[in-house]
């Protein structure tokens, strides 16, 4: 069974502010991911990874930046948070050779 | 790019059988997926078909037609704690990495 764990998972923060959305996950796993998801809508990747110091943009333009500088751990940091960031946050780990992608808890953040 | 199509909703009494319809055109086909998630909760890895056919597993089943681009989801002898939001996701050929592209989903609401 695969572990992934993500904080804070919930957050309410006010505009302009700097946060960074923790993901960690015990599997060893090469590729991380993260999605954005609104009630009702599908799943957006907005980033991923396939490796340590490897990290790429996904679909949905976005304003927030990754690193992974350790395998188990892939943070995501909106450098000034806006109203339109208000979403659900969705964490996934995959292993290079498998198919399945594993969920983290997501974080729920809301920007006033 | 990707279209996934899926209903908005549905709803089925307990002990019924259900099927999720979803169809999809997509640039390099590489897998069929379906995850369930609860209101809340992270979505779980259900199932996988990368070959045309029936994949049958417990009380659920997947079905795969490349040719038409469709599937679909079967749940049988359903209980109230399938009453969640079901996901069909298309994975992506040409790429490294195994990246989905998900539908909006459809929320099944099972009835006592």
């Known amino acids: 069974e695969a572990d992934i764990y993500q904080t804070p998972r919930y957050l309410v923060i006010g505009t302009g502010k700097k946060i960074t959305l923790e993901c960690s996950q015990t599997m060893g796993h090469d590729k991380m991911y993260w999605y954005q998801q609104d009630p009702g809508m599908e799943l957006h990747l907005i980033h991923y990874s396939y490796g340590v110091n490897s990290t790429e943009k996904g679909d949905l333009s976005s304003e927030s930046t990754v690193s992974r500088i350790r395998t188990e751990h892939f943070p995501l940091t909106l450098e000034s948070a806006r109203p339109s960031h208000t979403s659900q946050y969705l964490c996934a780990s995959q292993s290079g050779g498998a198919y399945e992608q594993y969920f983290g808890p997501g974080t729920r953040l809301t920007v006033t | 790019g990707q279209n996934i199509d899926q209903p908005t909703e549905m709803t089925a009494t307990e002990g019924a059988i259900v099927q999720i319809n979803c169809t999809y055109q997509t640039s390099g086909f590489n897998g069929l997926f379906w995850y369930q998630q609860h209101a809340g909760e992270a979505p779980t890895f259900l199932s996988y078909?990368?070959?045309?056919g029936l994949e049958e597993k417990g009380r659920f089943s997947s079905f795969l037609s490349r040719s038409k681009g469709y599937s679909y989801l079967l749940l049988k002898e359903l209980q109230m704690k399938d009453s969640a939001s079901y996901l069909c996701a298309v994975g992506s050929r040409g790429s490294t990495l195994g990246r989905l592209y998900f539908g909006r989903g459809t929320q099944l609401t099972v009835w006592p």
């Open positions: 078909n990368v070959l045309d």
